[in-house]
């Protein structure tokens, strides 16, 4: 009876022991699920839906963007968790232990986030002026009586358009598939205020009527990405550029997300944001006075930057201008990138763009308003 006890006592510690060990599978950490449903968190942003466990899978690999060279990473099922630090172009392994029989190896890969330095000349071209509104307009005053703002005057610049932006971006909610009827800030924001809800292109135009109301000079920035001729999706984006008179330099903003991008405090324009994100990703900063529902810097660079590549912009930004502004019959002015082909057709919309001067002059596109 001794020897049965004992044995019955040894076999229950290896089985203990055994059952502590289930925790890794060849040194490979081991996490346990009920339900294939997953989420996981990539630095501070979560993504729920994403992806499921597969068992049947041999080796399932989870490919994140790493921004830096260290990512936080979080995977989450509905009982159990692990996370780590992973560097870049490198790979971490688990299982996950699905209704305690099932392993699903899982891998997590971290490529790095795909950048372009893009340039641009430096020499302005003499024969090539943007206009902007100088002096009264009936409209602006009519815009201002109908919907006003009131900012602090002690408000510095940066301030006062932080205070806009924050204005405009709730005014509606964004549907990228519902455009306005007419395209100036009074007649959107009566639809918005009927409950409207419209694409990036209606809150540049507002932010840009509205800005240009309250004495700045502001004018909506078209971004295209490199690949417009032919790309398969929508190539553009709509946003903004205001110039802060006290800082004398134009700033880029999205009223779509709601955001200023500034570089240790310094707000950016759009060139600049691009080279930020292409060389100084941990030490700019996307500010904003929205609360609950504003946007990860991961998240919005992911969407904004490849868009950041042809931009354009109206010649003449005028209100009530009888002969509008034109350089060689073009109403607009694109920056192109110095190497770049010049865009002159974009196939996803079937359309020409014959309405450009081009230019590869930075300092043509962000001269001083005059």
């Known amino acids: 009876m001794k020897n049965y006890i004992a044995t019955l006592v040894v076999g229950v510690i290896l089985a203990a022991c055994s059952s502590e060990k289930k925790e890794t599978t060849n040194e490979i950490p081991i996490i346990k699920a009920t339900s294939t449903e997953t989420a996981y968190k990539v630095d501070s942003d979560w993504y729920k839906g994403n992806w499921s466990i597969a068992p049947q899978v041999a080796h399932d690999t989870l490919q994140i963007t790493s921004y830096t060279a260290k990512t936080a990473f979080k995977f989450k099922t509905d009982i159990d968790s692990i996370e780590f630090e992973i560097d870049v172009n490198t790979?971490?392994?688990?299982?996950?232990?699905?209704?305690?029989?099932?392993?699903?190896?899982?891998?997590?890969?971290?490529?790095?986030?795909?950048?372009?330095?893009?340039?641009?000349?430096?020499?302005?071209?003499?024969?090539?002026?943007?206009?902007?509104?100088?002096?009264?307009?009936?409209?602006?005053?009519?815009?201002?009586?109908?919907?006003?703002?009131?900012?602090?005057?002690?408000?510095?610049?940066?301030?006062?358009?932080?205070?806009?932006l924050n204005w405009t971006n709730s005014r509606w909610k964004h549907n990228g598939n519902n455009a306005p009827k007419k395209n100036d800030a009074i007649s959107i924001l009566q639809e918005a205020a009927e409950g409207g809800q419209f694409p990036c292109f209606a809150y540049a135009i507002v932010l840009r009527d509205q800005l240009n109301a309250l004495g700045f000079k502001a004018r909506t920035v078209y971004l295209k990405t490199a690949d417009a001729k032919t790309r398969k999706r929508p190539p553009g984006h709509v946003a903004t550029e205001v110039f802060l008179n006290d800082l004398q330099k134009w700033v880029f903003i999205d009223g779509q997300f709601n955001v200023m991008p500034t570089l240790n405090g310094k707000p950016l324009n759009a060139i600049e944001f691009q080279n930020a994100i292409t060389t100084d990703f941990e030490k700019f900063d996307l500010e904003s006075l929205a609360t609950a529902t504003k946007v990860s810097k991961t998240n919005y660079i992911n969407f904004v930057y490849d868009y950041l590549f042809y931009l354009d912009t109206t010649l003449d930004n005028r209100y009530e201008a009888t002969k509008r502004h034109m350089v060689d019959g073009k109403a607009s002015l694109m920056l192109v990138p110095s190497g770049a082909e010049n865009l002159e057709h974009i196939n996803f919309w079937d359309m020409d763009v014959n309405y450009c001067k081009y230019t590869t002059s930075a300092n043509t596109f962000y001269a001083k308003p005059i």
């Open 91 to 164: 790979s971490k392994d688990f299982y996950v232990q699905l209704n305690d029989s099932l392993l699903a190896h899982t891998i997590i890969t971290a490529v790095p986030f795909k950048t372009t330095l893009v340039e641009y000349n430096k020499t302005a071209d003499a024969d090539i002026q943007i206009k902007y509104q100088h002096g009264k307009s009936k409209y602006l005053d009519s815009l201002k009586e109908a919907f006003p703002i009131t900012i602090p005057e002690k408000a510095s610049d940066k301030e006062k358009v932080l205070y806009v």
